[in-house]
């Protein structure tokens, strides 16, 4: 009690657990992998060959719905299966110039996208104390029994271990509530978007740069930063990133510009982006209506008729697991359907996104918003964001 008494909860900071997750669903991860410092490896569905696993909702265990979820996911298992050796042989014909376990990888991470959110899968989590606290009161917000049920589980197993530290584990009604607010006319939005930015951003992180080197005040360094021609500017920027290799981080200095997007993705790309918990997102919940990424691999493959029905009979099911908890009906759609997240980055977090997710190994769907965003940054910020790119991209 003393550490709450008197304000010094930082200390369970000091106390570190490590988790292994098995079982747990593709959905249910993104409740967990929201706790920005805590360290999370989970099982790749780009490298891993699924089997079919997948969770039923306790919910509707017993009820009309069972049946009727468990013949849709057998559906969405039988496309993976298919589109995965169909992509497979369609990339042998097209003379994939990879090894045999990078076709293997490709064909898996765009079979993938017909697969559920409630397919299994496993993730190992290292947090404090502290945040885990929080991850246990986000977990009982959900009113998900899955999410519960995990919950419980961890509970059991720390309570003993630190009790006096781990004290505040179930939300409460400030926590649970939420506001209901819709527009009467249909949501619309481009698939990614330049929300807003901090003006003079290469002014700014040029600023920093130099006050770190300097004995003078951050407005007067501003100030005759402000009066240099571009090619000063430039030239500054550029005795800077010289040398510059992939593992280098950019200076703090870079915090100091910020922009905001907003992007349409797939749940794949989501679970990717979601890992960045330095920058801030905000996600709106899924929405069938929007659609399904489709990967470019796979349009061929696929008979248009065929995927009609098939977002239609997800949607139809969705929409009957929503009547029974707002947030059930989300397992049944795939890691092709999409949502909308709004994303802030500070320029120095971008540079750390920009390497992992430009490079020529990254996920082709992620890859893409990544380079969309440096498009933008470069007009925005043209000088502190020349050296945007993937890790390829550099010595």
């Known amino acids: 009690m003393i550490l709450f008494e008197m304000g010094h909860s930082s200390i369970a900071e000091h106390a570190v657990f490590n988790f292994d997750l098995v079982g747990i669903s593709r959905y249910v991860t993104e409740f967990i992998q929201r706790s920005r410092l805590a360290s999370f490896t989970e099982k790749s569905q780009r490298y891993v060959t699924l089997k079919g696993d997948y969770v039923l909702p306790t919910e509707i265990v017993g009820t009309d719905l069972e049946s009727e979820f468990k013949d849709i996911i057998e559906l969405q298992n039988t496309y993976y299966e298919k589109l995965y050796k169909q992509a497979k042989q369609k990339l042998k014909l097209d003379d994939f110039g990879g090894s045999k376990s990078d076709l293997q990888a490709r064909a898996k991470e765009d ?6 959110l409630a397919t299994e899968t496993q993730m190992g989590m290292t947090i404090n104390a502290r945040n ?3 991850l246990l009161r986000r977990l009982d917000k959900t009113g998900l029994i899955e999410a519960k049920e995990i919950r419980e589980s961890i509970l059991t197993q720390v ?10 584990t179930k939300a ?5 509530k939420s506001l209901d ?3 009467d006319k249909p949501a619309n939005s481009k698939d990614i978007e330049l929300l807003f930015c901090d003006e003079h951003g290469d002014e700014k992180i040029l600023t920093s740069i130099l006050y770190e080197a300097s004995d003078t005040s ?5 100030q005759d930063v402000t009066a240099m021609s571009t090619d000063e500017k430039r030239e500054w920027f550029c005795k800077f990133f010289a040398g510059t290799k992939s593992y280098h981080s950019v200076p703090r200095g870079f915090e100091n510009a910020n922009a905001c997007f907003e992007a349409k993705m797939s749940a794949s790309c989501f679970a990717q982006l979601k890992r960045h918990r330095m920058s801030t997102i905000i996600r709106s919940d899924y929405e069938p209506d929007l659609g399904m990424v489709i990967p470019p691999l796979l349009e061929d493959l696929i008979d248009k008729g065929e995927l009609v029905d098939f977002e239609k009979r997800i949607k139809g099911l969705y929409l009957k697991l929503r009547a029974v908890h707002p947030s059930l009906g989300n397992y049944i759609l795939t890691n092709g359907h999409k949502l909308r997240v709004v994303i802030s980055f500070n320029m120095r977090e971008f540079y750390h996104f920009a390497r992992l997710r430009s490079d020529l190994h990254a996920q082709w769907e992620i890859r893409e918003l990544s380079d969309n965003i440096i498009t933008i940054l470069r007009d925005k910020f043209p000088l502190s ?3 945007l790119g993937g890790k390829h991209q550099m010595i």
């Open 111 to 116: 079979a993938r996208y017909f697969l559920s």
């Open 218 to 222: 951050w407005k007067e360094i501003y």
């Open 132 to 134: 885990l606290e929080r």
């Open 172 to 176: 409460d009604d400030f926590e649970k």
């Open 385 to 387: 964001a020349e050296m």
């Open 181 to 183: 607010y819709k527009l």
């Open 159 to 168: 309570q003993h271990i630190a009790p006096s530290i781990i004290k505040y």
